[in-house]
């Protein structure tokens, strides 16, 4: 069968189910398969595709018809121009979070800094920031052991096993070192806002990791009061928080000792994440 037919029957199948991105989302997907980019189906859709392939593909189009997510499907997601290895024990990546990492360069760039993150995942936060910083160090944290071993896998892709530590911890009993920088991209969806999620995210990315209880400011307390305690003074805090969370974080941070040095807004005008420096 051509190229060109397969993915323009894959396309349509996705989008006569709804699925809004469906002619990229097959594009995606096949070239995943075949090992080859998106610009090679382009310039090459007149070519003969393989039974083999093309099952794989059908098996794929219809894990994408069940709503699961892209990522998964193919086992990775891009994030600061970077691609890191994904799977059902970690959150994927969004767009929003590289602000965080955008604001963090900016304050700590040519500096040797010692790094917490707090809540890790796929340790994209983390890794992405020693990319920028050469002489840096950090951790990262997770309760998740699928999460960690999936850090670690990215770690060493990206050759920052020698300048990078991640531990299966809850952040309540981690007490290790002092640090120049703690971030966290904390679960922070309000336990009733949980059911307004769509079907890619509830039934295929873990719970923990967005569920931030009753108002949404569970853990992201938590990390505030731990870094009381693990920041140097002058230290920074980076915290991503929710939609209308901005007032209540940011109260708690001045209550704690903290002083609020940079707010970013994301694309829909939501303060997104909060960088304070502790006093």
Same mark, same amino acid.
């Given at each position: ?17 709804? *699925? ?48 699961? %997510? *892209?990522? !998964? ?19 994927? %990546? ?23 993150? @707090? ?49 299966? *911890?809850? @952040? ?10 703690? *971030?966290?991209? %904390? %679960? ?76 970013? !807004? ?14």
């Amino acid at each position: 069968m051509i190229l060109e037919n397969i993915v323009k029957q894959a396309s349509n199948m996705l989008k006569n189910e709804n *699925v809004i991105s469906h002619e990229l989302d097959s594009q995606i997907i096949l070239s995943d398969i075949m090992r080859v980019t998106k610009e090679f189906l382009i310039t090459n859709d007149q070519i003969n595709i393989s039974e083999k392939i093309r099952k794989k593909y059908d098996r794929a189009i219809q894990r994408r018809i069940s709503k699961e %997510p *892209v990522a !998964y499907i193919i086992g990775m997601k891009e994030f600061w121009s970077r691609n890191f290895v994904v799977n059902k024990s970690t959150l994927i %990546p969004r767009p929003e979070t590289e602000l965080l990492i955008y604001e963090i360069v900016k304050f700590v760039k040519n500096r040797r800094i010692n790094i917490l993150d @707090i809540g890790t995942g796929s340790g994209c936060i983390l890794l992405s920031i020693l990319k920028e910083l050469n002489y840096s160090r950090g951790i990262g944290i997770d309760i998740s052991k699928g999460a960690i071993k999936t850090a670690k896998i990215n770690s060493k892709k990206l050759n920052l096993m020698h300048r990078s530590k991640f531990k299966v *911890v809850d @952040i309540s009993k981690f007490n290790l070192g002092k640090y120049d920088l703690i *971030v966290s991209n %904390p %679960p922070y969806i309000p336990t009733r806002e949980m059911r307004n999620l769509s079907k890619d995210i509830t039934n295929y990315e873990p719970m923990i990791a967005l569920n931030g209880g009753k108002d949404g400011l569970d853990l992201i307390k938590k990390v505030i009061y731990k870094s009381l305690k693990l920041l140097k003074k002058n230290g920074l805090l980076a915290i991503e928080i929710g939609n209308q969370q901005y007032l209540r974080v940011s109260g708690l941070l001045c209550q704690n000792g903290f002083r609020e040095i940079c707010k970013k !807004y994301d694309y829909n005008e939501n303060v997104r994440c909060i960088i304070s420096t502790k006093m």
